[in-house]
């Protein structure tokens, strides 16, 4: 996330404290994420073309593994 917050700033990340209503939270959030990162988050990519490079520079928000596409035989964490 582009605002994202650091030790010094916690106490202006409020989506970050669990005491806060859900919807405060949530507004938070938002306000702090560019219009790129929120239609990413609610972009699903197939597996084969999830590259990390694909998940990192456009925020992707999930990844599919169905349809026929299962992960390679021994694959790592990382594939």
Known sequence: MSNS?????????VYKNQNEQIEVRVKDLLSKMTLN???????QIER?????SAIKD???????TGGGSGP???ASPCD
């Open 5 to 13: 917050c650091s030790d010094s700033v916690k106490a202006n990340c």
């Open 72 to 74: 390679f035989d021994k």
């Open 58 to 64: 456009l925020s992707i928000g999930s990844i599919l």
């Open 48 to 52: 084969t073309v999830a590259t990390h």
């Open 37 to 43: 990162e929120k239609a990413g988050q609610m972009t």
